[in-house]
T-cell receptor, first 115, second 110 residues
Framework: DTEVTQTPKHLVMGMTNKKSLKCEQH?????MYWYKQKAKKPPELMFV???????INESVPSRFSPECPNSSLLNLHLHALQPEDSALYLC??????????????FGPGTRLTVL | QQPVQSPQAVILREGEDAVINCSSS?????VHWYRQKHGEAPVFLMI?????EQKGHEKISASFNEKKQQSSLYLTASQLSYSGTYFC???????????FGTGTRLTIIP
C-alpha cells in the first residue's frame, strides 16, 4: 500500500466551528507533514512530525493544532478559522525525516472553505 | 527563501521538448521534482543529490548544478499526460524541510 489517504475530501465550516482533518498512511513511514496550498501557489509547509513528535512548526497560528496519535495517523484540529485560511490542505509522509534522500508521498488533500 | 522557477508557464504541442529551470539563492544539497495535476496531489518524479548528477526516467530527466544552485528538468517528446504544474523542492543536508519553488505550469496540446 503506497497510498496516503485524507478525509474529508471537502469541508465547509464557519468561523466559530471546530473541525478536524485526518490523514493516514500504512507504509511504515516515520515522518508526516501538513502543507497548506492556495490556488496557483506551491505547497507551504505547516508542521513536521518525526517519530510521532512535532519537530517543526512553521510559525502556524494556534487556531491550527496538529496531533499525531500513532505512527500511521496525523490529525489537524481547526478552531476559529478565518476566511483567508480557505485552501487545500495536503498531508504527506516520507520514510524518514532526512529529505535529502527521501521522497514525499502526498495525499489527495482536503479542500477547506471557511465562511 | 523560495526557489524561483522559469518559465512560469509554457504551452507546447505534443512531441515537443520542454526545459524547466529551478534556481535557489541558498546552497543546496538535494533537489526534488514533483508534478501536480489540477485538483490532485503532487506526485514525486525524482531526487537529485549534490554532486552534479543527472537522472533519467523514461523521457523525463533532470540535472543538478550545485555550484550554480540550479536544477533543470527536461521533458522530451512531450505527451498529453505531461500537462500539469511542476514544482522543484529544495533541501539542505539532513533537513526535514522541503521548500517548494514557484511552479511552472505546462500545458501540452494535441
Amino acid at each position: 500500500d503506497t497510498e496516503v489517504t485524507q478525509t474529508p475530501k471537502h469541508l465547509v465550516m464557519g468561523m466559530t466551528n471546530k473541525k478536524s482533518l485526518k490523514c493516514e498512511q500504512h507504509m511504515g513511514h516515520r515522518a508526516m507533514y501538513w502543507y497548506k496550498q492556495k490556488a496557483k501557489k506551491p505547497p507551504e509547509l505547516m508542521f513536521v512530525y518525526s517519530y510521532e513528535k512535532l519537530s517543526i512548526n512553521e510559525s502556524v497560528p494556534s487556531r491550527f493544532s496538529p496531533e499525531c496519535p500513532n505512527s500511521s495517523l496525523l490529525n489537524l484540529h481547526l478552531h476559529a478559522l478565518q476566511p483567508e485560511d480557505s485552501a487545500l490542505y495536503l498531508c504527506a509522509s516520507s520514510q524518514d525525516t532526512g529529505l535529502t534522500y527521501n521522497e514525499q508521498f502526498f495525499g489527495p488533500g482536503t479542500r477547506l472553505t471557511v465562511l | 527563501q523560495q526557489p524561483v522557477q522559469s518559465p512560469q508557464a509554457v504551452i507546447l504541442r505534443e512531441g515537443e521538448d520542454a526545459v524547466i529551470n529551478c534556481s535557489s539563492s541558498k546552497a543546496l544539497y538535494s533537489v526534488h521534482w514533483y508534478r501536480q495535476k489540477h485538483g490532485e496531489a503532487p506526485v514525486f518524479l525524482m531526487i537529485l543529490l549534490k554532486g552534479g548528477e543527472q537522472k533519467g526516467h523514461e523521457k523525463i530527466s533532470a540535472s543538478f548544478n550545485e555550484k550554480k544552485q540550479q536544477s533543470s528538468l527536461y521533458l522530451t517528446a512531450s505527451q498529453l499526460s505531461y500537462s500539469g504544474t511542476y514544482f522543484c523542492g529544495t533541501s539542505a543536508f539532513g533537513n526535514e524541510k522541503l521548500t517548494f519553488g514557484t511552479g511552472t505550469r505546462l500545458t501540452i496540446i494535441p
